[in-house]
């Protein structure tokens, strides 16, 4: 049997870190000297990714580092061993960069990260060059986590493996590009984002997973509170208006809107988005991508949009003037408008809009409701237990510990990679649009008096929706100030 499809010193710069290096005549004997044995789950992994039936033997640490330098000076005898760029600019020519990235070892590589990212239920994997390793790093329930260090020199091949996936120039590396994926893992069929940007020690890849098995999602199952899930749909069955969801990136605002359309579509009505970009395609209703390099932006959309006959427009985000002009303007028109903007809280949407140089006037008669969100951490319910609110935590959240029910928590094991949580769940914040609200905003009034004044009429706000969930369990006093600090 023939050994390592890939070229032996690129192979061997993958292996290094680890103390493992090909014997010389690796390629007819499958050997790999190392110090020590490595762990069970390390020979695995190596086994995996290479896809060869290969054999570890002991060899001296003076053995193994002759080895390593062998490989080194066949890799490129004009660059010094200990070069940490050495495949960072090694390989330019297109050609070459196109035959590492189709070797089976760095598909493997690749394959096996998108595996331990599905695994861990990731909605983004990030590929970091630094000055001496290549970190790729997950997103998991919104907290980055490191699954793999790997040796810098491998950046380039990984790196042209995930450009050529996304159809992306793989020799570009001074511009930033962007691109998909579509990736068949298992019975799952995942789309995912694509983003290069140039940095210091090489090209930044950050990829965003769309798990389509995830796209019907029911506004029940979002965690809206009862009272908050029924003014909601209320407010979406409405004929017109416009209703605003807003939260920083990653609380969720797209999930609500996709759960929305979903929701009152029917064949009766003609549903059509512009987004940016078209995160899940969803059935009956048509949706636009963004496209800013041939002059298709929200605004431009929006002017053609209104020209189908639509019953319900959704704008992916109001960025500036234009697109808010135009979307008020259908809200007022006969037209149900959902869009998003980027705002702390409820009331932080209507200053937004006027900072955009929309008349409070307009906002007032178009805007039905604004609803805040965020994403906390749920306690996994296969290590819970329940212990007293401390002290401290109560001075943090600015309760009374005394008479707090006991709160859950997680001690962490192996369905949650011991972290003690498992999945997220939603915080509310509804501001509907009532006569004394509507004549505080047509007035001028500031984000704090409008605010002020949703709470007098029931508004519950993000820390009392989250300590809500903490009192029922779901989450954690630790989450709850993470989350809500600022508000």
């Known amino acids: 049997m023939a050994f390592a499809s890939l070229s032996l010193p690129v192979f061997s710069q993958l292996l290094e870190p680890q103390g493992i290096v090909p014997q010389r005549d690796y390629a007819e004997s499958g050997l790999l000297a190392c110090d020590h044995l490595p762990a069970i789950e390390l020979r695995a992994k190596i086994r995996f990714i290479l896809g060869e039936p290969v054999r570890f033997c002991i060899a001296a640490d003076d053995e193994v580092r002759r080895l390593a330098r062998h490989w080194r000076a066949e890799l490129s005898p004009t660059i010094e061993s200990d070069d940490a760029e050495l495949l960072a600019t090694g390989f330019e020519d297109d050609d070459e960069l196109l035959d590492l990235a189709s070797e089976a070892p760095i598909i493997r590589l690749v394959n096996h990260l998108f595996a331990r990212a599905q695994d861990l239920n990731s909605s983004d994997i990030h590929f970091e060059p630094g000055a001496t390793s290549l970190d790729v790093r997950c997103r998991v329930d919104g907290i980055m986590t490191v699954i793999e260090r790997l040796p810098v020199r491998i950046h380039t091949p990984v790196a042209s493996r995930l450009k050529l996936m996304a159809r992306l120039d793989i020799g570009e590396k001074r511009l930033p590009q962007d691109g998909r994926i579509n990736y068949q893992l298992g019975s799952k069929q995942l789309d995912m984002r694509v983003s290069t940007l140039p940095g210091v020690h090489g090209e930044s890849v950050v990829l965003r997973i769309l798990d389509r098995g995830d796209m019907a999602v029911d506004l029940a199952e979002l965690g809206m509170p009862p009272g908050v899930l029924r003014d909601y749909r209320a407010v979406v069955s409405q004929p017109h208006g416009m209703v605003l969801i807003t939260g920083p990136t990653g609380s969720g605002k797209t999930t609500t ?182 004549h505080r905003i047509a007035s001028g009034a500031d984000a704090n008096e409008i605010r002020e004044r949703a709470i007098s009429e029931g508004m519950r706000t993000l820390r009392q929706d989250a300590l809500d969930k903490l009192r029922n369990g779901l989450t954690t006093p630790a989450e709850v100030v993470r989350v809500t600090r600022a508000i």
Not at 340 to 358: E, F, K, P, S, Y
Not at 379 to 403: K, M, T, W
Request: hydrophobic letters at 40%; aromatic letters at 4%; a negative charge.
């Open 257 to 438: 809107l996709y759960a929305t359309l979903e929701k009152i579509s029917d064949e009766t009505r003609k549903i059509i988005t512009v987004e940016d970009p078209v995160e899940y395609q969803l059935p009956g209703i048509t949706q636009i991508q963004v496209n800013a390099a041939i002059g298709l932006g929200f605004a431009q959309g929006l002017r053609s949009i209104v020209r189908q006959d639509p019953d319900v427009l959704m704008v992916g985000e109001i960025r500036d003037h234009d697109t808010a002009e135009i979307a008020i303007e259908s809200a007022l028109t006969g037209h149900l408008v959902f869009s998003t903007l980027h705002t702390n809280d409820a009331a932080g949407a209507i200053t937004r809009l006027q900072d955009m140089g929309v008349e409070g006037y307009l906002i007032s008669s178009s805007v039905l409701a604004v609803q805040a969100q965020r994403l906390v951490r749920r306690i996994c319910g296969d290590c819970a237990e329940q212990r007293p609110l401390h002290e401290d935590e109560a001075a943090v959240l600015r309760i009374e510990a005394a008479g707090w029910p006991e709160i859950r928590f997680g001690t962490g094991c192996e369905r949650c990679g011991n972290t003690g949580y498992r999945g997220r769940i939603g915080l509310y914040e509804l501001m509907l649009m009532s006569d004394e609200i509507r």
